[in-house]
């Protein structure tokens, strides 16, 4: 089955932009969604589809996608942002998902 | 109130059965896909199962495919888990989702229910 790879962990310092990146095959066919999980909390949806962002979500995410590699990017990060944050997929089949490997945001 | 609620987790020996619940409540459960995943401690999200809003199409993670079984119940506004032959590798907080159909999307999760496997 498919993988979709991102770094184990970023740092961004209060206010500055912090881009997440998630590579895999199965993103040249088809869009990332993103997951925002805090300790202890079930994942929320923060990105989908090409860039759209869900109700309530604020306008500093944002995503983009580009090959085999989807972006998510935090503009003026803000210390509730601190989180980790995993993109989901289907795989190469179509037929199945696969979520990223996370990233531990850490806001300075 | 638009919420999934899963229930059913608990402590399992190695080889045994377990089954899960989720309820829906605050939208019309039968219109919508749903999903499984868990979270092994201190791990990522994985990808478990799911179910068309008919039911009349399922998938699998290779993981648990053969042991596990996803249904639902539109009555009855419930999804479920049936696990069988767990592992110690299952252990995880397992988590319901639902997805609107030709979508991707995991709109709204429930809390998780905690499933631990050990002797």
């Known amino acids: 089955s498919s993988e979709l790879t991102q770094d184990p962990a970023v740092s961004v310092a209060l206010g500055q932009t912090v881009r997440i990146t998630c590579q895999g095959d199965?993103?040249?066919?088809?869009?990332a969604s993103w997951y925002q999980q805090k300790p202890g909390q079930a994942p929320v949806l923060v990105i989908y589809?090409?860039?759209n962002r869900p109700s309530g979500i604020p306008d500093r995410f944002s995503g983009s996608s580009s090959g085999n590699t989807a972006s998510l990017t935090i503009t003026g990060a803000q210390a509730e942002d601190e989180a980790d944050y995993y993109c989901?997929?289907?795989?190469?089949?179509?037929?199945?998902?696969?979520f990223g490997t996370g990233t531990k945001v850490t806001v300075l | 109130q638009v919420q999934l609620v899963e229930s059913g987790g608990g402590l399992v020996k190695p080889g045994g059965s377990l089954r899960l619940s989720c309820a829906a409540s605050?939208?019309?459960?039968?219109?919508?896909?749903m999903s499984w995943i868990r979270q092994a401690p201190g791990k990522g999200l994985e990808w478990v199962s799911y179910?068309?809003?008919?039911?009349?199409?399922?998938y699998y993670a290779d993981s648990v495919k053969g042991r596990f079984t996803i249904s639902r119940d539109n009555a009855k506004n419930s999804l479920y888990l049936q696990m069988n032959s767990l592992r110690a590798e299952d252990t995880a907080v397992y988590y319901c989702?639902?997805?609107?159909?030709?979508?991707?999307?995991?709109?709204?999760w429930g809390q998780g229910t905690l499933v631990t496997v050990s002797s």
């Open positions: 989702a639902r997805f609107p159909p030709l979508s991707d999307i995991l709109t709204l």
């Open positions: 605050g939208f019309t459960f039968s219109d919508y896909y």
């Open positions: 179910i068309s809003s008919s039911g009349s199409t399922i």
């Open positions: 199965s993103l040249r066919s088809y869009y």
């Open positions: 589809g090409k860039n």
């Open positions: 989901n997929s289907r795989d190469s089949s179509g037929n199945r998902y696969v």
